[in-house]
């Protein structure tokens, strides 16, 4: 009967021991593991904002990059109509030439409009657009203005 007692409290020990480590896993892995899954998405976007919006890099960058895209539109604008002004002495090879020029500026001009709406409309970025800037540009207008 001794023997038989032994080997139960043996196997109670055991068990007891199995049942301790699989709780102390258990809270090992939701501490360190589960606390991080659930806290992923703030951490995620906090960083996030962290690496963009709060970056003083990131500020000054978009605020220049809203100049840059209204410049390249307006500089878009005054070589067309430079083209079209000499378009009107041209010999008839040359006027080809310039019609394929315009074409291509018109076509830049249109991704630059295209691109500075975009970004204007983000709501990371949209905040950093100069207030004399416009919120957006016209494709079909002829001129550009980039200061109220």
Same mark, same amino acid.
């Given at each position: ?11 109670v ?7 301790f480590?699989?709780l102390l896993?258990g ?5 360190f593991?589960g ?6 998405? !703030? ?12 970056s003083g890099?990131f500020i000054?960058?978009?605020y220049?990059? !809203? ?10 604008e005054?070589t067309i109509?430079?083209?079209q002004?000499?378009?009107k ?15 291509a ?5 249109i ?9 204007a ?6 905040? !950093? ?9 016209d ?10």
């Amino acid at each position: 009967m001794g023997q038989v007692r032994e080997g139960a409290r043996f196997g109670v020990w055991a068990v007891a021991v199995v049942v301790f480590l699989a709780l102390l896993w258990g809270i090992g892995t939701f501490a360190f593991g589960g606390v991080g899954w659930m806290t992923a998405p !703030f951490r995620g976007k906090a960083e996030e904002r962290n690496n963009t919006v709060g970056s003083g890099v990131f500020i000054q960058t978009t605020y220049e990059e !809203f100049f840059d895209l209204c410049e390249a539109v307006q500089n878009a604008e005054g070589t067309i109509q430079v083209l079209q002004e000499e378009r009107k002495s041209a010999s008839p090879t040359r006027a080809t030439q310039i019609d394929q020029s315009i074409t291509a500026l018109k076509t830049t001009r249109i991704e630059s409009v295209n691109d500075y709406n975009s970004k204007a409309a983000q709501e990371h970025r949209a905040p !950093f657009r100069d207030k004399n800037l416009p919120y957006r540009l016209d494709v079909a207008a002829r001129h550009t203005t980039c200061t109220d």
